[in-house]
């Protein structure tokens, strides 16, 4: 199996040779080493990969133009957005399985997005992720998880139910952690925002927060705020649960 770092070389090579063709320029790449200089042409680096390993670089490149091509959903004036990480997280991958005990059938099928947040404003990174796809998912919404990272090891913090993107972290903090904003729609409900104020043990379920039919005077920051319907039409469906 291509590791992570192994397929970033991949991309390198395959995109310097596509630089090169284009522009017609020599194809020789010239790279130093303890003040030795090298020439090797990218074709040969192109042709020291197994087929695989060609046609992996080949997926990530196009997979990342056409996210790079598509823009975030509109956002309204005073909310900021980002699009998902895009960098998969094997301990993440794991959790995901384990706590939605998600049967090997589905690890194709169902996708995760996340970011990385501070909800709390404690200085420690936690991460907010939706997990889309036949198992965790409904006419309303799908399941997320607040997750955080407690010696090293990640663990979920609360579970959500019938969650819709992009999630917007509110500027408003309510005993001592962000408001969230979730569209809340689907299933027969009118559609409008559910807004979630920490409870101190945790956040309402998304069906009981505050209702509001805009987004007029709220300020944040939008996470996973991928067109994900634009992507999805593009061919770009998300990092699945399957091992790399």
């Keep these: 199996m291509i590791t992570l770092k192994k397929k970033k070389v991949f991309v ?21 080493s ?5 020439v090797v042409s990218a074709e040969s680096i192109l042709n020291q990969l197994s087929d695989e390993e060609k046609n992996a ?17 509109e956002l309204p004036k005073g909310i900021q957005g980002e699009k998902a990480e895009t960098q998969r997280l094997e301990e993440l991958r794991k959790l995901i399985i384990t706590y939605y005990e998600i049967p090997k059938d589905y690890h194709e099928s ?8 501070d909800l ?11 997990v889309m796809g036949p198992y965790t998912s409904g006419s309303g919404g799908s399941n997320a998880l607040w997750v955080t990272n407690n010696g090293g090891e990640l663990h ?15 500027d408003k903090v309510t005993n001592g952690v962000h408001d969230l904003i979730v569209p809340f729609y689907g299933g027969g409900a009118q559609s409008q925002y559910s807004i979630l104020e920490f409870q101190g043990d945790g956040y309402p379920r998304v069906s009981d927060g505050k ?11 939008a996470i996973i705020a991928n067109d994900l319907v634009a992507e999805m039409d593009k061919g770009i469906t998300g990092m699945n649960l399957l091992a790399e």
Excluded: H, W
């Excluded at 979920?156 to 509110?170: E, G, L």
């Design 156 to 170: 979920v913090k609360q579970d959500f139910t019938i969650v819709n993107t992009p999630i917007i972290v509110s």
């Design 57 to 73: 670089a080949a997926l990530i490149t196009q997979e990342e133009e056409v996210k790079n091509d598509v823009p975030m959903v």
């Design 110 to 117: 169902t996708k995760y997005y996340y970011n990385r947040v």
């Design 211 to 221: 209702m509001s039919k805009d987004l007029e005077g709220i300020t944040g920051n």
């Design 12 to 32: 390198t090579c395959l995109l310097a040779a596509v630089f090169l063709a284009i522009t017609g320029c020599s194809n020789k790449i010239a790279k130093t």
């Design 34 to 38: 303890n003040d030795t200089q090298e």
């Design 120 to 130: 709390d404003d404690d200085g420690e990174e936690e991460l907010f992720v939706i």
